[in-house]
């Protein structure tokens, strides 16, 4: 029987909210963390929301001049995100997210004696960057298709996973 409260901490929807409405039905989810304007029904009661954050992004996403700019933005917000998630934390609490959200917040719960969990929904860091690479030159994107620092980001956060959730065959090999 899990005795730990889960917190699940995404900058914004993503395939982590499935597993994060599955711990809520088990009453396992103590926080749901994001920058969203509306969280989920599920996690009522549960939701703190990083307004500004999710504020920022609206304007980044009617604004900015391409994908390439607004992906950077994106990224760019997520040591904030990070520290934001970071203070939300008690000793023991286990965290689900995804590569490169919280790598802080990942040390940090196992320092305290928690757990974490990645939502892998994209590949290992390295083979999804040269998926990335691949694609962006299909598209004609110059250098590399992902934001500067976020694939540091998802590597520094290896050292910190103790369990991770693979939502295809394609992922696990």
């Known amino acids: 029987m899990l005795t730990q409260r889960i917190v699940v901490a995404t900058p914004y929807s993503t ?12 009453d396992w989810l103590r926080l749901y963390l994001a920058a969203v ?8 009661g ?3 929301r990083l307004r500004s ?20 933005v994106r990224y760019g917000l997520l040591p904030w995100f990070d520290r934001w998630v970071s203070r939300q934390l008690e000793p023991g609490d286990w965290v689900l997210s995804s590569f ?12 305290a004696g928690g757990r974490t969990m990645v939502d892998s929904g994209n590949s290992h860091p ?13 598209w004609g994107w110059q250098g590399d298709a992902l934001p500067p620092g976020q694939h ?9 996973i103790d369990l991770i959730f693979c939502p295809s065959t394609f992922v696990r090999d």
């Open 46 to 48: 549960r939701t703190r």
């Open 100 to 111: 490169g959200y919280v790598v802080d917040a990942f040390r940090q719960a196992r320092d």
């Open 152 to 160: 540091e980001r998802a590597l520094n956060m290896l050292e910190h």
């Open 15 to 26: 395939s982590a909210d499935y597993f994060g409405e599955v711990f809520a039905g088990q």
């Open 126 to 138: 390295d083979q999804f960057r040269q998926l990335m690479r691949e694609e962006g030159q299909r």
């Open 53 to 72: 954050m999710a504020a920022l992004r609206s304007i980044n996403e009617r604004w900015m001049p391409s994908e390439r700019a607004r992906m950077a």
């Open 37 to 44: 304007r509306n969280a989920p029904a599920w996690a009522a």
